[in-house]
C-alpha cells in the first residue's frame, strides 16, 4: 500500500532537552516532505498506560499514515522493535511493550505484525539508549517513502504480541460493572475502561444515575451530555471526547475531590433512576 507521508509522533521525552527535535530530523533526512504532526510530548515518564490511551483516543482522528510511539522503559533490553500494520491501512511503529496495542485494535486489529530486523533500514552504530532515534524514526521515514513493510523485518504472530497495558472492560446489563482507571487528564477528569460505544448498547440514557464505588467510598452522580448541565463543583458522569466514560468535576479536578489515581478499580451500576 502506497502510504502519504504523514506521520504522528507520541512520546515521553517532553521539549526540555533535544530529542524530539532530533527525531524528526533524522524522519526528514529520509522523507524531505513528510508532514510530522505532534500528539503529545508529555506524557509522564515510562507511562506505557497512559501513551496507550492517548494513542487510542487520538489516532482514529488522524489522516492515514504512519504513527511513531515511543514510552520505553525496556529500551536497549530483550523487548522487540516492531510495526504493527492495522485494518485501517495504517503503520505503528514501536516497542513491543503492550503500547500500540489498545490503538490497533481500535483501528480495525492488527493486519500484519513485522519485527524491525533489516539494518538497512535503520541507523548505525545503533545507541543503546536511544531506538527512538536510531531504529524507530528510520523506519518511520522509510515507510512514508513507500519503502514495502516486508522489507523492514520479519512477520512475527500478533499472538505474540506484549499484552496491552489497559482493556476495555466487559458490559454487563446486570449488576455492577466492574472498571479500571486508566488515565487522569490535566483537569482531574477520570477515564475508566469502558466505552460510549458500550454503554450506548446498554441503553445508557442521559439523566440516569450511575453509582459508583471504590475502596470504601461510593457516590451517586447524575450521567450527564456535558460539565455544564450541573452546577459549577458539582459532579457528573459523561462521555467526553476520548469516548470513554469519565468522572468529571465541573470546574474543579475529580481525581483530588475523590482521592482516585491511574490504576484504582472502581465498580459502577446504572440505576434506573433518572435525575430529569
Known amino acids: 500500500m502506497e502510504m502519504k507521508k504523514f506521520i504522528s509522533f507520541t512520546s515521553d521525552f ?91 485494535e481500535g483501528l480495525g486489529g492488527v493486519a500484519r505484525a ?29 515507510l512514508a517513502n513507500g519503502v514495502n513493510l516486508e522489507d523492514i523485518g520479519v512477520e512475527i504472530s500478533s499472538n505474540s504480541l506484549s499484552q496491552a497495558p489497559w482493556k476495555e472492560t466487559v458490559a454487563s446489563r446486570e449488576g455492577k460493572i466492574e472498571c479500571e482507571i486508566v488515565d487522569i487528564d490535566k483537569f482531574g477528569t477520570i477515564h475508566l475502561n469502558i466505552s460510549g460505544k458500550k454503554l450506548v448498547e446498554l441503553g445508557l440514557s442521559y439523566g440516569a444515575i450511575i453509582e459508583i464505588s471504590w475502596r470504601e467510598e461510593s457516590a451517586v452522580i447524575p450521567f450527564c451530555r456535558t460539565f455544564g448541565d450541573v452546577l459549577t463543583c ?38 434506573k433512576r433518572s435525575c430529569l
Open 14 to 104: 517532553g521539549f526540555e532537552d533535544g530529542w524530539v527535535g532530533v527525531c524528526k530530523g533524522v524522519i526528514l533526512n529520509i522523507a524531505p516532505g513528510a508532514q510530522i504532526i505532534d500528539i503529545s510530548h508529555g506524557i509522564p515518564n515510562f507511562n506505557i498506560k497512559k501513551a496507550s490511551f492517548v494513542l487510542s483516543s487520538s489516532l482514529p482522528f488522524m489522516p492515514l499514515g504512519v504513527h511513531l510511539a515511543v514510552v520505553d522503559p525496556g529500551v536497549g533490553t530483550e523487548r522487540r522493535s516492531i510495526v504493527l500494520e492495522v485494518a485501517r491501512g495504517d503503520y505503528l511503529v514501536g516497542p513491543d511493550n503492550g503500547l500500540l496495542i489498545p490503538v490497533a
Open 114 to 142: 513485522i519485527e524491525i530486523s533489516n539494518d538497512e533500514y535503520i541507523l548505525k552504530p545503533t545507541c543503546p539508549t536511544f531506538h527512538a532515534r536510531d531504529i524507530f524514526a528510520p523506519v518511520a521515514g522509510h
Open 234 to 271: 458539582s459532579s457528573l458522569v459523561l462521555i467526553d471526547s476520548t469516548n470513554y466514560l469519565s468522572l468529571a468535576i465541573n470546574g474543579g479536578n475529580a481525581a483530588s475531590f475523590f482521592g482516585l489515581k491511574e490504576g484504582d478499580k472502581v465498580a459502577i451500576k446504572i440505576s
